[in-house]
């Protein structure tokens, strides 16, 4: 089974802190991707990866940056949080392969105070 | 544009059956996902359509037409843990492909 584990379930953070969210998998995937969930918006991209180093833009990259030095592992960073940025954030990795589902981690509820 | 429109929300009770509905917009195509997401959890892969026709899993089915864009998740024999969101997914079968389109979802409830 594809295990995708995020650091944290909860997290408190207050308004200008720099906010690391760790997510690592254990499938060896090419793939992984970062989303947050708000009510009513379903879920929206932030970044994703396709390899070591590499990263792409998704539809709401404004104030997160990725980085992902080794392919199992693979960090979001929000620069200075605010208020704004309080959701759930979901981290997946997926096979090469079109017919290769997103396997998720049980996501992070972050709080900016 | 792309884009995938599906119901928000449906009720049904339980030991029937329920079809949620998905279409979808999309530049290319290369297959639909469904997946089951829980109150405060996070979403699980159910099926994966990319031919048209009926793929059965339990009492789980997935449908999908390519030329009319559309696709159903239909369960059968209904139990209250089947309550939850149900999200549509479609693959863009040109550029990046690897990023998915999501529908916001169909929240399911099941009452006795």
């Known amino acids: 089974d594809v295990k995708v584990t995020q650091s944290s379930r909860y997290l408190v953070k207050r308004t200008g802190e720099k906010v690391f969210l760790e997510c690592v998998q254990d499938m060896d995937h090419e793939n992984m991707f970062w989303y947050r969930q708000d009510p009513g918006l379903g879920l929206r991209l932030i970044y994703f990866s396709y390899d070591v180093k590499m990263k792409e833009k998704g539809d709401i990259p404004e104030g997160y940056s990725v980085s992902r030095e080794k392919k199992e592992r693979f960090s979001l960073i929000l620069e200075s949080a605010s208020t704004n940025q309080t959701s759930m954030y979901l981290c997946a990795s997926r096979g090469s392969g079109g017919n290769q589902p997103q396997h998720f981690g049980d996501g992070t509820r972050l709080s900016i105070l | 544009g792309q884009n995938i429109d599906q119901p928000t929300e449906m009720t049904a009770t339980e030991g029937a059956i329920v079809q949620i509905n998905c279409t979808y917009q999309?530049?290319?195509?290369?297959?639909l996902f469904w997946y089951q997401q829980h109150a405060g959890e996070a979403p699980t892969f159910l099926s994966y359509?990319?031919l048209d026709g009926l793929e059965e899993k339990g009492r789980f089915s997935s449908f999908l037409s390519r030329s009319k864009g559309y696709s159903y998740l239909l369960l059968k024999e209904l139990q209250m843990k089947d309550s939850a969101s149900y999200l549509c997914?479609?693959?863009?079968?040109?550029?990046?492909?690897?990023?998915?389109?999501w529908g916001l979802g169909t929240s399911l409830a099941v009452n006795p």
């Open positions: 359509n990319v």
């Open positions: 999309t530049s290319g195509f290369n297959g």
């Open positions: 997914a479609a693959a863009p079968g040109t550029g990046n492909n690897r990023k998915l389109i």
